[in-house]
């Protein structure tokens, strides 16, 4: 046969076969699989997976998953997401093409979800609009609005001298056993009027103090706005490491969407104890107090998707409260010097006023917000003063303890400051409305708590928050609006206060007469 004829006969053959195969339907999906070589404390090692990308959640037996970490020559170090005792050297671990992701949507609020999604409340499943990667590029700077408006706590210590700004990071520290976890629920609590959705993620925490927590916000009605994601103290070190990645991409869902959205990481000292483990495990080089190099980059990747959108990006907020431990009151450590130059400022629980019953124990000198001002509603202006006022009588009371003789003006500092730190008290899960501050701070700055005894001061505050209605309807309205007190309604305040704490004011003792 001539060549020519041959080589059309085998282009008509192979054409031939292309039509019969096109609208073949493969009767399966072509898989990559490997195996397990090793198994530890959490980690797996993986080897025969050779296109496997840096982050790709690898799936096991018995509907286990983990995410592809350390990727060598000849074996992937695996974070497992679950227990790694269902595991043996040889089961068989297949690619899933995709990297970890969360389910989002407006189900989850009011649910008990863990880091991977699933309902650990109860109440049955839950149908889910989209799924979203626990990890996300932060928006870029020209995607964001300055943050100017306020997010109440509900706390007086807060809002008046450390005020928080909505897509603000304000980090909460201090020793074990100091309220840090009761000021986040607080201001939880806070929002049930104020269109904010509530996240609550806890991570390395005893089952009993979340089911604590969760039934609070249930008996106050927060669940209504509220999504609590929990990594369990005995989950594995993955679940730990995944849980506030997870939670902060269900706080980007309802951000995208023009919402505000409150987000608590309680704590990240256990998050950064995981992600210590787990390194050590992979065999990565440990650093300062063993932990990794990149211990910073976790906890920055993480505080930087927090952020207020620009309105062009529909305007929503994401506000980060990041809570760690310290130990012996050491705001030096690693972790804490690391989470302190990565947020917008930090609120500082002393042990020395917990112990003295000074409730919420925030110290006033070491706590300090970097947004200020710029997040206060005008009317907190009328009481700008009071911070500088404690601030004067701490130095003096410190002063005094020396026995020195005390002239009439240091002793006037004193009593005034006495009556400063007894009207910062405040009981647990009672936050109190902005109007309801602003009428206490600001008698207390005027001196109208000055001739009440110390034991008479939560008393007289009562009365206050039990008359509310005396002060009028245009007032109250007024302190929550973006122009400062005028000094009209400043004196009608003062006037109304003045008569209602009166009974409680002390009375001369009159001069015995002379015989």
């Given at each position: 046969?001539?060549?020519?004829?041959?080589?059309?006969?085998?282009?008509?053959?192979?054409?031939?076969?292309?039509?019969?195969?096109?609208?073949?339907?493969?009767?399966?999906?072509?898989?990559?699989?490997?195996?397990?070589?090793?198994?530890?404390?959490?980690?797996?090692?993986?080897?025969?997976?050779?296109?496997?990308?840096?982050?790709?959640?690898?799936?096991?037996?018995?509907?286990?998953?983990?995410?592809?970490?350390?990727?060598?020559?000849?074996?992937?170090?695996?974070?497992?997401?679950?227990?790694?005792?269902?595991?043996?050297?040889?089961?068989?671990?297949?690619?899933?093409?995709?990297?970890?992701?969360?389910?989002?949507?407006?189900?989850?609020?009011?649910?008990?979800?863990?880091?991977?999604?699933?309902?650990?409340?109860?109440?049955?499943?839950?149908?889910?609009?989209?799924?979203?990667?626990?990890?996300?590029?932060?928006?870029?700077?020209?995607?964001?609005?300055?943050?100017?408006?306020?997010?109440?706590?509900?706390?007086?210590?807060?809002?008046?001298?450390?005020?928080?700004?909505?897509?603000?990071?304000?980090?909460?520290?201090?020793?074990?056993?100091?309220?840090?976890?009761?000021?986040?629920?607080?201001?939880?609590?806070?929002?049930?009027?104020?269109?904010?959705?509530?996240?609550?993620?806890?991570?390395?925490?005893?089952?009993?103090?979340?089911?604590?927590?969760?039934?609070?916000?249930?008996?106050?009605?927060?669940?209504?706005?509220?999504?609590?994601?929990?990594?369990?103290?005995?989950?594995?070190?993955?679940?730990?490491?995944?849980?506030?990645?997870?939670?902060?991409?269900?706080?980007?869902?309802?951000?995208?969407?023009?919402?505000?959205?409150?987000?608590?990481?309680?704590?990240?000292?256990?998050?950064?104890?995981?992600?210590?483990?787990?390194?050590?495990?992979?065999?990565?080089?440990?650093?300062?107090?063993?932990?990794?190099?990149?211990?910073f980059y976790i906890h920055s990747r993480l505080l930087e998707r927090a952020t207020h959108l620009s309105k062009a990006l529909k305007g929503g907020s994401l506000t980060a409260l990041p809570v760690i431990e310290t130990e012996a009151q050491d705001i030096s450590a690693y972790i804490p010097t690391n989470l302190i130059s990565i947020?917008?400022?930090?609120?500082?629980?002393?042990?020395?006023?917990?112990?003295?019953?000074?409730?919420?124990?925030?110290?006033?000198?070491?706590?300090?917000?970097?947004?200020?001002?710029?997040?206060?509603?005008?009317?907190?202006?009328?009481?700008?003063?009071?911070?500088?006022?404690?601030?004067?009588?701490?130095?003096?009371?410190?002063?005094?303890r020396f026995g020195t003789r005390l002239d009439e003006n240091t002793q006037k500092t004193i009593n005034h400051g006495n009556r400063i730190r007894e009207c910062l008290k405040q009981n647990e899960l009672t936050p109190l409305s902005v109007p309801e501050q602003i009428i206490i701070l600001l008698s207390l700055t005027s001196g109208l708590f000055d001739d009440i005894i110390i034991e008479k001061i939560q008393d007289a505050e009562t009365a206050l928050l039990s008359n509310m209605n005396k002060f009028s309807a245009e007032i109250l309205k007024g302190l929550l609006s973006d122009k400062?007190?005028?000094?009209?309604?400043?004196?009608?305040?003062?006037?109304?206060?003045?008569?209602?704490?009166?009974?409680?004011?002390?009375?001369?003792?009159?001069?015995?007469?002379?015989?």
């Amino acid at each position: 046969m001539p060549s020519n004829d041959l080589n059309k006969s085998i282009k008509s053959i192979f054409s031939r076969l292309d039509e019969s195969i096109k609208d073949f339907d493969y009767p399966f999906t072509p898989r990559e699989v490997g195996y397990v070589t090793g198994v530890a404390t959490g980690i797996v090692k993986v080897s025969g997976l050779p296109g496997a990308g840096f982050e790709e959640l690898l799936k096991f037996p018995g509907n286990l998953f983990g995410i592809a970490y350390n990727i060598d020559k000849d074996e992937i170090g695996t974070i497992l997401l679950g227990e790694d005792t269902l595991l043996n050297a040889g089961d068989q671990v297949e690619r899933t093409g995709r990297v970890m992701d969360i389910p989002v949507g407006d189900a989850l609020i009011g649910r008990v979800i863990n880091p991977i999604g699933e309902p650990i409340d109860g109440k049955g499943e839950i149908a889910y609009n989209e799924r979203l990667p626990i990890e996300r590029p932060a928006h870029a700077i020209m995607d964001r609005s300055p943050v100017n408006t306020p997010l109440q706590t509900g706390l007086k210590v807060i809002d008046a001298l450390i005020p928080i700004g909505r897509g603000q990071r304000e980090l909460i520290l201090g020793d074990r056993q100091t309220g840090k976890t009761a000021i986040a629920i607080d201001t939880i609590l806070n929002q049930h009027d104020k269109k904010v959705l509530c996240i609550y993620c806890a991570i390395g925490q005893r089952a009993s103090a979340v089911a604590k927590v969760v039934a609070n916000l249930q008996a106050k009605g927060a669940m209504e706005y509220t999504v609590v994601v929990v990594a369990e103290g005995n989950n594995s070190a993955g679940l730990k490491y995944i849980a506030p990645y997870a939670a902060t991409s269900i706080g980007e869902y309802f951000m995208e969407q023009g919402r505000d959205v409150l987000i608590i990481y309680d704590d990240l000292t256990a998050h950064a104890r995981s992600y210590r483990e787990l390194s050590l495990l992979l065999k990565r080089p440990p650093g300062r107090e063993a932990f990794p190099g990149d211990i910073f980059y976790i906890h920055s990747r993480l505080l930087e998707r927090a952020t207020h959108l620009s309105k062009a990006l529909k305007g929503g907020s994401l506000t980060a409260l990041p809570v760690i431990e310290t130990e012996a009151q050491d705001i030096s450590a690693y972790i804490p010097t690391n989470l302190i130059s990565i947020t917008d400022g930090q609120i500082y629980l002393s042990p020395t006023l917990f112990e003295s019953g000074i409730l919420p124990a925030v110290d006033v000198g070491k706590s300090v917000s970097r947004v200020g001002g710029n997040a206060q509603l005008p009317a907190f202006r009328s009481i700008s003063d009071l911070k500088l006022q404690y601030s004067q009588f701490e130095e003096l009371e410190s002063f005094a303890r020396f026995g020195t003789r005390l002239d009439e003006n240091t002793q006037k500092t004193i009593n005034h400051g006495n009556r400063i730190r007894e009207c910062l008290k405040q009981n647990e899960l009672t936050p109190l409305s902005v109007p309801e501050q602003i009428i206490i701070l600001l008698s207390l700055t005027s001196g109208l708590f000055d001739d009440i005894i110390i034991e008479k001061i939560q008393d007289a505050e009562t009365a206050l928050l039990s008359n509310m209605n005396k002060f009028s309807a245009e007032i109250l309205k007024g302190l929550l609006s973006d122009k400062p007190l005028n000094d009209q309604d400043h004196d009608a305040i003062l006037k109304i206060a003045g008569e209602l704490i009166a009974p409680f004011k002390e009375k001369p003792v009159p001069a015995q007469s002379q015989t």
